[in-house]
Structure formats: C-alpha cells, structure tokens
C-alpha cells in the first residue's frame, strides 16, 4: 500500500510539474511576442475635412458610391496611407471590427474559451510583425490608430489589425463554420465572345450578414510599385481581389491545408506584395515563392501582358504554377497541379471526390461547356447561379452551390480593358458597378468617375425577389432551430413546418430538424 501511495504522489508531483512547464513555456511564448511598433514616434495625426460628397485626410479621399459601396483614394508612403485609412474609415472600422467580433461570440458563445483562443492566437501569432514586410506594417499600424478602444479586451489596436490580416487563413482551420469557400474561373482566346481574357470570382467569406454590410474598394497610388485596385472592408490592406494598372489581377481561394506550429506571412500580404510589385504571371510567382505562407491557397493570377490566366498552388511546404492547356481555367477550394494531386493519400482523394470544392469545379466546368462565348454579363450570372450539377435544385445557401448567399464580395475583371466590376449587396446579387481603372489611374487628380462610359452589370431582379426574402427567413428560424437544440427547448411548432416550406430541396434543412427531434424528445 505504501509502495502504490509512493507511486500515486510521485506522479501527482510528475503531472503537477508538466502542467507547471506548460504554463511557464506558454507565459515565455506569451511575453515574447513581438510588440514593437515599425515607425518612429512622434508621428502627427491630421485632421479630415468634410467638402461635398468626399472626406478628406491629406491627399487622400472617401466617398460613398452606393450604399455599402464606398471608395478609398490613397496616395503617399506606407504612412501616410495607413493615417488616411485610419482617419477616414473610423466609423466604418467600427463597425466591421463589431460586426467581426460579435459573431465569433456568436459561433463560440463562451467568453473564457474565447480568452484562452485569445492567448493562444498571441501565442502563435507571435512573430507575425516578421513575416510581414516593413511597408505593410507601417501601412497597419497607422491605420490601427484609427481604432476604437471597445475592443482592446481583445487585444490593442495594433495587434488586431494584424490578427485580423490573417482571419483569412483562419478561416482554413474553420471550415465547420463555412467561413470560406469560393469560386473563381478566367476564359480567354475563342472561349471569350471579344477573345479578351475575362476573370469572374465569387469571396465566400462569411462572417455573419453585418460584415458583408459595407464593401470598400481602394485605389492606391503608392510611392513605389504599381497603382492598384482592391476590394475589401474598412482595415483591409491585404488584397482579397485587385487589379494593377499592367492589368494584373489577383483572386485567392482557400485550399485544403495543416497550418504550421508557428504563424507565416498571411495569405493576403503575399498577394498585395504581388498586386503592387507584378506585372505579370513570371513575377508574380517569384514573388510567391520567395514569401512563406501558414496555409496552402489557390492565388489565380490573371495578366494582360500574358493574355491568359494561371494559379499559383501556394502552400506551407512548396509554391507550383499550375497553367490549363485550353482557354479556360477553373479554382474552387483545391489545388489542380499532378505534384499537388500526387501527395493526396486515398482519404484525402475519397474526401475530395465527395466534397463540395470538386462539386463547384464541376459545375462550373458544365456552365462554361453551355456557353463558349463568354462576356462580363454572362459571367455575372454564373457567380449568381444558385442550382446544382444540370441545374438541379439543391436548396438555398447550399455549400455545393456556386452562389451560397454569404458573399461578401463578387469581382468580374476584363485585364486588357482595365475594367472590373464590384458587387453591391445583397452579396453578388446587387448591381455590379463598373470602374475603368485606365481612366482613373491615369487622372492626376484622383477622379473616380471613368471619362469613358462602361456599363454597369444589373442586379438579379429575379432572385432578389424570389429567392431573397426566403434565404433571409431561413437563415433567421435556422438560428431559432439551432439555439432550441443547444437549449434542449421547443420551439413553436410552425417553425419547423415553414423551415421545410422555405428550403425543401437542402439536405441540411432535415438534418437540423433531426437533430431538433432528438433534443427535445422527452
């Protein structure tokens, strides 16, 4: 007996002392991370005046296009376009930044576990200021300035601009909550009605219907690169979709991936990097390969000088260029290249085959074989087609559908006209409003109205009002289902009846109420 309460203290001394170890290793990581500031203090923060339609903040300018639809003139070094961003966006960074946090408290209800993902983002996001370049961290930190304080339980404002640059690559290692899943295509040559090359994508991106609310697009002149265009929210410097002035554009899709231990240069860092410094596909893959990423994404460069589209396959491990043999290519949420497909093991090719990521290549593949003639008209309703493979019905908000109604952006691109077309809400389906950016770009004085008339794309007017309200009430009494099956409590029994009645064809729609049932079962 003596012997067994020898051994029982001996590892409650043993285990005692491995849980010490791990607060203290995780105290030293804690403490360690590098909190230094990347411009010189003291810095002078000037003051926006108000003329017309337009906010201004030195030389650069906001105005509000369309409701939800706002356009950011930048101009200067990294900061004097990070004060500009964080003196005129004050309001609507607010709001994202609520919209943003609100819903991850949403998702995960629980404040301390919240606390203990707080730390353990710290942690591991540790040497982030490394793995991104000086320019972009002077950029950021001067737009934090602009910050409010309600969220400094969080963390300052500094940090969590910079966290929130990477909430993309978080997105990867939250796929249970569909935070990502987009699609992208690029034709050109005989595939296109003009033979111009023509890049469409949809960012699914979700993060509740609030942070989809207000959409920025950023026209940068910098000091050194190219000018460019960026669609984004209000903080964002990163590039989620832009076009440059060599007509270059960069789209990026989530791909299947196992972060590293430690954090690397956030995806959308390594695509500004190449929007600002590439002029076509060769540099933007240098500049690819010479940036460590902590996910694997597919990056579809699109390029005027080449007159073709290709992807770049950029993972943790290795970057790969991956070109079609036709005029058409195609990017879900997986990778394409025979390396990238030759180190998936049997369960990750079974996983792929009944995934969504292959379905939407699917059906995309199908949409562009109906129509080889595409045009910026015909490609908006591809971003927009809600249906399944040969236009089946497979029910509102679907993952498999190429329009999942959580868009928080759709981008239509024309290259070698300097033309894109941005989406206002509802997701993709609002108008798109059309920028000539060789009209804009090559006006000294920063007039965002094009002097040559392109025309806007229209909204869908049949899904607004058809599918619209429904997806709207089915997203509202999903929540009442889901929260009824935490709570174990029932709900009005008309609930389930009209949830079926708004979305009878999805597949999730009886696996919530199944799982209702056994809640609830006395």
Request: include cysteine.
């Amino acid at each position: 007996m003596k012997f067994i309460l020898r051994i029982a203290r001996y590892l409650s001394a043993f285990i005692l002392s491995l849980i010490a170890l791990i607060f203290a290793g995780g105290a030293v990581l804690y403490f360690s991370a590098d909190r230094s500031i990347p411009v010189k203090e003291p810095f002078n923060i000037g003051q926006c005046v108000i003329s017309d339609s337009l906010t201004r903040y030195d030389s650069s300018f906001l105005r509000q296009a369309q409701p939800g639809l706002w356009e950011l003139y930048l101009k200067g070094g990294p900061e004097e376009r990070g004060a500009a961003i964080g003196q005129l966006c004050k309001s609507l960074m607010y709001k994202q930044e609520k919209a943003f946090v609100d819903q991850i408290y949403e998702m995960i209800p629980s404040k301390r576990y919240v606390d203990f993902l707080k730390y353990l983002t710290v942690i591991y996001n540790r040497n982030l200021q490394r793995d991104i370049p000086d320019e972009f961290r002077k950029e950021i930190y001067m737009s934090s300035l602009g910050c409010s304080h309600d969220f400094d339980f969080v963390g300052n404002a500094y940090e969590r601009q910079l966290n929130y640059h990477a909430a993309h690559d978080i997105g990867h290692v939250m796929q249970e909550y569909m935070l990502v899943g987009c699609s992208s295509f690029a034709v050109w040559g005989a595939q296109s009605a003009d033979s111009s090359l023509i890049v469409a994508r949809n960012f699914d991106f979700y993060v509740g219907d609030k942070f989809a609310e207000e959409k920025i697009i950023s026209f940068y002149f910098p000091d050194q690169g190219y000018k460019f265009a960026s669609v984004g929210w209000a903080g964002m410097t990163g590039v989620l979709s832009g076009m440059n002035e060599k007509g270059l554009t960069v789209t990026i899709n989530a791909a299947k991936s196992t972060p590293p231990i430690s954090s690397k240069t956030p995806i959308s860092i390594i695509t500004r990097n190449i929007l600002q410094y590439a002029s076509d596909i060769d540099e933007a893959y240098k500049i690819a390969s010479s940036m460590e990423s902590f996910v694997s994404e597919s990056i579809l460069i699109g390029s005027a000088s080449d007159g073709r589209a290709a992807i770049i396959e950029k993972s943790p491990q290795y970057t790969e260029l991956y070109t079609s043999e036709g005029e058409r290519i195609i990017s879900t949420n997986h990778f394409l290249s025979q390396k990238s497909m030759g180190r998936l093991d049997e369960e990750q090719k079974e996983e792929l085959e009944k995934g969504h990521s292959l379905y939407r290549y699917k059906r995309l593949e199908e949409l562009l074989d109906a129509d080889r003639k595409m045009t910026p008209d015909k490609a908006a309703s591809i971003l927009r087609n809600p249906y399944g493979l040969g236009g089946a019905s497979i029910g509102w908000t679907n993952e498999k559908s190429l329009n999942q109604f959580i868009a928080h952006h759709a981008v239509i691109f024309q290259p070698g006209k300097l033309i894109m077309w941005v989406s206002t809400s509802p997701w993709q389906l609002g108008k798109m409003v059309a920028y000539d950016l060789g009209s804009i770009f090559g006006n000294s004085a920063g007039n965002m109205h094009s002097d040559v008339k392109v025309q806007n794309i229209e909204a869908d007017s049949l899904l607004l009002k058809s599918v619209y309200p429904k997806v709207l009430e089915y997203r509202k009494l999903s929540a009442i289902i889901r929260k009824a099956v935490k709570d174990k409590k029932r709900v009005d029994s008309t609930i389930p009846e009209r949830l079926i009645e708004l979305n009878p064809d999805y597949d999730y729609t009886y696996t919530l109420l199944e799982e209702y049932k056994k809640a609830t079962e006395k």
